[in-house]
């Protein structure tokens, strides 16, 4: 596969998993399945560590659900609330454990324990108690930011709002709120006035009710199994820990059990798995964890999920069905997304009646590489084919059936212009997504675009959602088809002879709030506004890096504009690299890829200097890799995109980026080279030390670095720093900054 393969699907991977997560998170109605969430995160994992320069550090393999929604308080967590890794194969397993023993350097005969537990298939709370009273109770949110939930949690039974014995003056219990298939079929059946499709969704939505007296009439139950800021220790152990919050009063996963090894691992997961069916609740898996704390603290997280569990995931439910058409939805940045239109049919127990295909290459029975899949088997209209789905709503096909294909059945041919505007939808060598070239003049792409940029994590206009932005897309006398005219709503509004307010939905009330929400956000956050433009790659992590990086709009600005002759020189490099790469395939050499981009970079007319350096300063950002700034520079660059953004700006103020300050260690922002061996920490611990406290951890020595930690036997690298002039030091520093 090669790097722009990667690349591109790199990027419809994070932005099909962005969406599912704010659909599965806020909206509580999720269109793909668990397990095909799950395909798509592992293969977006796989693909950021086979091309690491690609990954961005706001990648969706980093999110933990998707940022809170309104009407509730916000509330920070005292400990970010974590995600888990998940594993499917047995091999995995003993991967993990092997893993976890190289981190910690332990030898083969060291004892080394697990616990196994049920992963629910509920929504995660966390609890506060303070002087062993219940003060708050908040939702996942994206991990660092939940809402406040406390007056509902207050209505569940499983919940005490007194712990009982001796607890630690404060103690956050972590666990999950899930529904009983019981409950949820009388619920469904009852008159709440809502249809939900699984007992998840039922509970998500149950506990996330501004009136917590329907929250009190949902059954919701909970288990506890974790905890985040604690004001003592709640045991040495995970099952010590599992105890001591039952003996306060919770209710504890009775399954929980103590594992030796993988294959005692293993086994108790095939034991849960039998009882799955007859568990009465929804389980989607078996939980391990690392049993010693210390253990547990010494591996620490990476950044979203602990290094100490591992989720193993059971296999997905699947039904057979018919396929009657296959439509195309046009997204954000032109891509053409093929949905399955099914014949309804049952699996496990929710209906189904829409799939993703994914790409053209999925129809075809191949994948970005040109490899097979479904033994290269087509997907064809009016074929019966197998449909795949773990815990969700909508999932995707997962097979064909040629035995009963009708003979004159013919190939799915996917369409080469847009569905939405007619414009070329083309593909790019290398992308396995084909995209409409219409830009801002699709339709589709021009409404998505504008969704984007009024959604909760960008401007977040109180009164303007996805529907009044389709309806006044759609308005010929106020017209809003680009982001600057949201602003002169107000203004055209007044000129006007039919107003606003006269309008079916809008009163004088609600115009004039609405005009206000709009004109508060004309100093909106340069983050919010560095992510609201919806450009290719630029996420919520990297928007906010870029604009603590810059600071102001004008900075940026002018960085980006420096850069542009640099970038582009940049992407033809690249595309020289692409082909070098297929020619000397074709050809059998080695591929020279470093000649090739060099051959770009050194062509007439030189790149001035100036631009190359604004280039380079671009890209040693960290978080921002060279697909990142290769897409921002030239969204920036692009005439039509460039005129749009210099109206919406002729319209704001945004406010200048904050520095971060908090959690400042000595070595945060610091560039860290380790050399030599290390005889108290592996080099994989100290580099996860280091990087958790925000330092950066580089595998040579340059003017760049900070400090050089140099154990015994280091060689050149410590005589270049000396050289360079920067401090040496050894171990024992090193583990003192580190806190061991
Ligand atoms: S432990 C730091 N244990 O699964 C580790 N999580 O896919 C925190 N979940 O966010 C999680 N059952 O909402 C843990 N027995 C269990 C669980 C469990 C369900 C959920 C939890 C977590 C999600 C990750």
Not at 106 to 120: H, N, R, V, Y
Not at 156 to 163: H, K, S, V
Not at 311 to 339: C, M, Y
Not at 388 to 405: E, F, H, Q
Request: hydrophobic share 40%; net charge negative.
């Amino acid at each position: 596969m090669t790097r722009e393969q990667a690349a591109a699907e790199i990027a419809t991977l994070d932005a099909q998993l962005r969406q599912a997560n704010e659909e599965y998170h806020n909206l509580d109605a999720p269109t793909i399945s668990d397990a095909d969430y799950d395909a798509m995160k592992r293969r977006l994992a796989w693909l950021e560590a086979a091309f690491p320069d690609l990954a961005s550090s706001d990648s969706a393999t980093g999110q933990v659900g998707a940022t809170p929604g309104s009407g509730f308080g916000k509330i920070t967590h005292a400990r970010r609330m974590m995600s888990l890794e998940n594993a499917f194969a047995e091999d995995e397993v003993t991967d993990f454990v092997t893993r976890i023993r190289g981190f910690l350097n332990l030898p083969a005969d060291a004892p080394l324990d697990f616990t196994a537990e049920p992963k629910i298939d509920g929504l995660s709370l966390s609890l506060r108690y303070e002087d062993g009273q219940l003060v708050q109770a908040a939702t996942r949110g994206d991990g660092a930011v939940g809402e406040n939930v406390t007056a509902n949690a207050r209505t569940i039974a499983d919940i005490p709002q007194t712990l009982m014995g001796d607890a630690p003056r404060i103690v956050e219990i972590r666990g999950e709120v899930y529904m009983s298939h019981d409950d949820f079929a009388a619920l469904n059946a009852g008159d709440s006035g809502r249809t939900f499709a699984n007992p998840r969704n039922a509970a998500a939505g149950s506990l996330r009710q501004l009136d917590p007296a329907i929250t009190a009439a949902r059954p919701l139950k909970f288990f506890a199994y974790s905890w985040g800021e604690l004001g003592a220790p709640l045991a040495d152990t995970q099952m010590g820990a599992v105890r001591r919050m039952a003996a306060m009063g919770f209710k504890t996963n009775p399954l929980t059990r103590l594992c030796r090894d993988a294959a005692q691992m293993v086994a108790t997961w095939r034991e849960i798995e039998q009882q799955r069916a007859t568990l009465g609740y929804d389980i989607d898996g078996v939980v391990y964890k690392v049993d010693d704390l210390a253990y547990q603290d010494r591996l620490g997280f990476r950044s979203t999920t602990p290094r100490w569990a591992l989720a193993h995931k059971f296999p997905a439910e699947t039904a057979w069905t018919r396929l009657n058409g296959i439509d195309i939805q046009v997204g954000r940045t032109g891509a053409l997304s093929p949905v399955a239109r099914l014949e309804p049919v049952t699996v496990g127990g929710v209906v189904v009646s829409n799939a993703t295909l994914h790409n053209e290459d999925y129809i075809a029975g191949r994948d970005s590489t040109g490899a097979p899949i479904r033994e290269g088997r087509d997907i064809r209209v009016g074929d019966w084919v197998k449909v795949y789905r773990a815990g969700d709503v909508i999932p995707k096909i997962a097979d064909t059936d040629l035995s009963r294909r009708a003979a004159d059945s013919q190939p799915y041919v996917f369409p080469e212009i847009c569905p939405e505007c007619g414009s070329a939808a083309v593909r790019e060598p290398g992308d396995s997504v084909r995209r409409c070239t219409g830009g801002l003049i699709c339709p589709a792409q021009a409404i998505e675009k504008l969704k984007h940029f009024v959604s909760r994590a960008a401007f977040d206009i109180e009164g303007l959602g996805a529907k009044q932005i389709e309806m006044f897309f759609a308005d010929d006398l106020l017209p809003i088809r680009e982001p600057a005219q949201i602003f002169t709503l107000a203004q055209r509004d007044a000129a006007n002879l039919g107003k606003l307010k006269n309008r079916d939905g809008f009163g004088d009330r609600s115009t004039r709030k609405l005009f206000e929400a709009i004109e508060e956000k004309r100093r909106i956050p340069l983050a919010r506004l560095i992510f609201a433009l919806g450009i290719r790659h630029v996420g919520e992590v990297a928007a906010t890096t870029l604009a603590r990086h810059f600071g102001t709009w004008q900075a940026m600005i002018a960085a980006l504009d420096a850069a542009a002759p640099a970038a582009e020189r940049h992407l033809r490099a690249e595309e020289a690299v692409a082909r070098e790469r297929a020619e000397a395939a074709e050809q059998g050499r080695r591929a020279r890829l470093k000649e090739s981009r060099d051959l770009v970079w050194s062509a007439d007319p030189p790149v001035p200097a100036q631009a190359r350096a604004a280039w380079d300063d671009l890209v040693s950002i960290d978080g921002i890799g060279e697909v990142l700034a290769g897409s921002l520079v030239t969204a920036f660059a692009q005439p039509n995109e460039r005129g749009g953004i210099n109206r919406l700006m002729a319209q704001l103020d945004p406010l200048p980026a904050e520095v971060a300050s908090s959690d400042q260690t000595e070595i945060t922002g610091k560039t860290l080279v380790f050399t030599g061996t290390l005889e108290k920490m592996t080099r994989a611990e100290a580099k996860a030390r280091a990087e958790a406290m925000g330092a950066k951890v580089a595998g040579s020595v340059s003017a760049k670095t900070d400090l050089l930690i140099a154990g015994p036997g280091a060689g050149s690298k410590a005589k270049k720093a000396e050289d360079l002039g920067i401090t040496v030091i050894d171990e024992d520093e090193w583990l003192r900054i580190a806190g061991r």
